[in-house]
């Protein structure tokens, strides 16, 4: 599998001001550049995120649409066509019918298994590249940005 490299990237032009979104930018291209690399049967990573957000007891459209930043229209296509490739099922919520409810399939579960194992095995080598103990606390923050307490 190929590495996560973000010097495999284009330098940033001499002049660019390295701020955190373009360094994180920088990582996250890496990123899809080595997950593209990998065969995943068609799916991109918003498949990925989609499918990660469906519990096991399942989520309306509607309520998927929020953590997604997509409109209900637009999560209604990629369930459409995750359904049709067998990754989720579409079923009427128990209490009330008109509702759609996304339930990730066997063949769903297993793309987010190995999705999280390939995430893991990237984390690792961010890890290693700066120290566990760096990669603990960059993680914390990150962490602590992106989570705010509540």
Same mark, same amino acid.
């Given at each position: 599998?190929?590495?996560?490299?973000? =010097? +495999? $990237?284009?330098? @940033?032009? /001499?002049?660019?001001?390295?701020? *955190?979104?373009?360094?994180?930018?920088? !990582?996250?291209?890496?990123?899809?550049?080595?997950?593209?690399?990998?065969?995943?049967g068609?799916?991109?990573?918003?498949?990925?995120?989609?499918?990660?957000?469906?519990?096991?007891?399942?989520?309306?459209? =509607? +309520? $998927?649409?929020? @953590?997604? /930043?997509?409109?209900?229209?637009? *999560?209604?296509?990629?369930?459409?066509? !995750?359904?049709?490739?067998?990754?989720?099922?579409?079923?009427?919520?128990?209490?009330?019918?008109?509702?759609?409810?996304?339930?990730?399939?066997?063949?769903?579960?297993?793309?987010v298994?190995?999705?999280?194992?390939?995430?893991?095995?990237?984390?690792?080598?961010?890890?290693?590249? *700066?120290?566990?103990?760096?990669?603990?606390?960059?993680?914390?923050?990150?962490?602590?940005?992106?989570?705010?307490a509540?």
């Amino acid at each position: 599998m190929t590495p996560v490299k973000p =010097s +495999d $990237l284009p330098p @940033p032009p /001499a002049d660019a001001e390295l701020h *955190v979104l373009l360094l994180a930018g920088r !990582l996250m291209q890496a990123v899809r550049d080595t997950m593209a690399a990998e065969d995943w049967g068609g799916l991109r990573q918003s498949h990925f995120r989609l499918l990660s957000l469906v519990p096991r007891e399942g989520i309306s459209i =509607s +309520d $998927l649409a929020v @953590p997604l /930043a997509m409109t209900k229209q637009a *999560v209604g296509q990629f369930v459409t066509g !995750l359904e049709e490739s067998g990754h989720v099922a579409v079923r009427p919520e128990p209490t009330d019918r008109r509702v759609r409810l996304v339930v990730r399939t066997p063949l769903g579960d297993a793309v987010v298994r190995r999705v999280n194992t390939r995430i893991r095995r990237i984390e690792r080598g961010w890890a290693r590249q *700066v120290g566990e103990q760096r990669y603990d606390e960059i993680k914390a923050v990150l962490r602590d940005l992106a989570v705010p307490a509540r």
